[in-house]
Nanobody, 127 residues
Framework: QVQLAESGGGSAQAGGSLRLSCAAS????????MGWFRQAPGKEREFVAA????????GYADSVKGRFTISRDNAKNTVYLQMNSLKLEDTALYYC????????????????????WGQGTQVTVSS
């Protein structure tokens, strides 16, 4: 079982940066792939980024590739999302998520099974 708590959301101007953090509790954190999804008002939840349990491999949505970076620190049970060059369309509620322990990494990480979700942290980008 993994519990997730996001932080670091807030407001930023277009072109600015924010860093989200996700603190995990539960003894299996180091064996879970981790991800970030987001949901804008009136839209479906969409994949943003994911990282393997080891931190070796990462995957990104095309919309954030080159601007966002996902990382993790297993010693601190924390995963991060560094968001640079923010755009108005990045405004959304951002969710941290984790796969079950032992899940195989996919070339399409958006399609992996994510069983654990945080409550979300709001990111608002203004012009």
């Amino acid at each position: 079982q993994v519990q997730l708590a996001e932080s670091g959301g807030g407001s930023a101007q277009a072109g600015g940066s924010l860093r989200l953090s996700c603190a995990a509790s539960g003894r299996t954190f180091g064996t879970n792939h981790m991800g970030w999804f987001r949901q804008a008002p009136g839209k479906e939840r969409e994949f943003v980024a994911a990282i393997t349990w080891s931190g070796v491999s990462r995957g990104y949505a095309d919309s954030v590739k080159g601007r966002f970076t996902i990382s993790r620190d297993n010693a601190k049970n924390t995963v991060y999302l560094q968001m640079n060059s923010l755009k108005l369309e990045d405004t959304a509620l951002y969710y941290c998520t984790a796969t079950p322990s032992g899940t195989s990494w996919s070339l399409w990480p958006a399609q992996m099974k994510y069983d654990y979700w945080g409550q979300g942290t709001q990111v608002t980008v203004s012009s």
